[in-house]
């Protein structure tokens, strides 16, 4: 969209009139208007050259919106609107210009004066738009604030951007000065190429210039191999079964944003070893759903690698397979994108996904004949550890077909006691 259109009263959900003379429009939202990018919920980016914080506290006032101070040394204040937020910030330098200058990337160091319509791109990032190039205002700006490497990454994605040979330089070099960055922060970009369809091919040009191999020093040595085989294993399991693509839309929590696609994604970065797999992502500050998520389906991929070799099977007893779904529960799907990425065929895996598809299973989906309630007046036993152990057998009984009623699965538990008793005596 024209700039003119993206601060239009028609379409802005607030008076531009109420802006001092001069006020900047700068960043994300002048790169993507130029581009005509759309966005449904606005963060507009304004710079002033002073009383930033009491200007926006002016508007949010004018329209009973919400107010937070930022940054106070820096005289950074963000008003809240529904449709978006306004962020103003004091100018850096005594010019906007000056300001500018002091950016991550030429694309985004483009500004807009709203009351005179006019662009202001000393960089020339508008001529990088136009060749979609993401490059560098300067070395020393990234070394500034080091996430900013990461950051071409994930504009890169976003974009469909290349970044440019001499800022690919700058990233490599200045690597080591990542470790200075807040580790949230750095999940945070991680976060961000791992979830854009579109971010396999950067994420592994991160692994291989070593960004993240302080946090991931597995990243080392797989460099991101199993990222492209996890995409094409979700591809080949939809092509199959129509019923996984709706799975695999849904995100695992409301709070992670993550997907099963991008859980199994960053399985394969952190050590096969779930004990350390936690410590890796706890540093990392990730929310226990994805602690959780990751450690399970690393726990299960070894468990059923284990079950396979004892049994010397291609396929799990229905006991195995009981246990493996009772240990993934949820996390099935991004175990499966997981073991696939990794080599397993396919048509050892057919058995596990149709029990998983199929909402009647006794083995995936367990409807137990009876409870423990029950089942401890039937037997006049106390609650404890032998009434889940009970419970438990019947339902892979169940699964076996060896019980199909409340009555058989009573007569079951009986003779487990009876057998139990005997070992004792």
């Known amino acids: 969209m024209p700039l003119a259109t993206l601060l239009d009263p028609a379409q802005c959900f607030f008076d531009v009139n109420l802006l001092p003379k001069p006020a900047y429009l700068v960043g994300g939202a002048v790169r993507d208007a130029l581009l005509r990018r759309k966005r449904y919920y606005l963060d507009l980016d304004f710079v002033l050259p002073d009383r930033a914080v009491e200007t926006a506290k002016t508007i949010a006032n004018h329209y009973q919106a919400g107010f937070v101070i930022l940054d106070q040394k820096r005289s950074i204040a963000r008003v809240v609107f529904p449709q978006g937020t306004l962020d103003f910030a004091q100018m850096e330098g005594a010019t906007i210009e000056q300001?500018?200058?002091?950016?991550?990337?030429?694309?985004?160091?483009?500004?807009?004066?709203?009351?005179?319509?006019?662009?202001?791109?000393?960089?020339?990032?508008?001529?990088?738009?136009?060749?979609q190039l993401i490059r560098m205002v300067s070395a020393p700006n990234l070394q500034d604030d080091p996430l900013r490497l990461l950051r071409a990454y994930r504009q890169s994605a976003q974009l469909g951007f290349r970044i440019d040979a001499a800022t690919q330089e700058a990233i490599v070099r200045l690597a080591p000065h990542l470790t200075l960055v807040a580790a949230e922060r750095v999940q945070m970009e991680l976060g961000y190429l791992l979830l854009h369809p579109q971010g396999t091919e950067q994420l592994q040009q991160v692994i291989t210039q070593g960004l993240v191999a302080t946090w991931l020093p597995e990243t080392m040595i797989n460099r991101g191999k199993f990222l492209p085989e996890i995409t094409k294993s979700l591809h080949l399991l939809q092509e199959k079964w129509l019923e996984l693509e709706e799975v695999y839309n849904h995100s695992i929590d409301q709070s992670s944003g993550y997907t099963w696609l991008s859980l199994a994604k960053l399985a394969t970065l952190v050590s096969p070893k779930a004990e350390i797999a936690q410590k890796q992502l706890t540093k990392l500050k990730y929310s226990r759903e994805v602690l959780r998520g990751v450690t399970t389906i690393l726990r299960a991929a070894d468990q059923w690698q284990e079950q396979l070799q004892v049994s010397k099977q291609t396929q799990l007893s229905i006991r195995s397979q009981y246990f493996l779904f009772q240990l993934l529960g949820k996390y099935f799907p991004a175990w499966l994108l997981l073991i696939l990425s990794q080599g397993v065929e396919l048509s050892g895996l057919v058995t596990l996904i149709e029990t998983y598809l199929n909402p009647h299973s006794s083995i995936a989906h367990p409807r137990p004949l009876i409870d423990g309630k029950a089942l401890?007046?039937?037997?006049?036993?106390?609650?404890?550890?032998?009434?889940?152990?009970?419970?438990?057998?019947?339902?892979?009984?169940?699964?076996?077909?060896?019980?199909?009623?409340?009555?058989?699965?009573?007569?079951?538990?009986?003779?487990?006691?009876?057998?139990?008793?005997?070992?004792?005596?």
């Open 376 to 425: 401890m007046a039937k037997l006049d036993i106390p609650p404890g550890k032998l009434v889940g152990y009970l419970l438990q057998e019947i339902i892979i009984a169940q699964a076996e077909g060896r019980v199909s009623t409340p009555r058989e699965a009573v007569e079951l538990a009986k003779e487990i006691i009876f057998i139990e008793n005997l070992k004792k005596n």
């Open 99 to 131: 300001d500018l200058h002091r950016r991550d990337f030429r694309i985004n160091a483009i500004a807009y004066n709203p009351h005179t319509q006019e662009i202001i791109d000393p960089l020339h990032g508008c001529q990088d738009l136009e060749q």
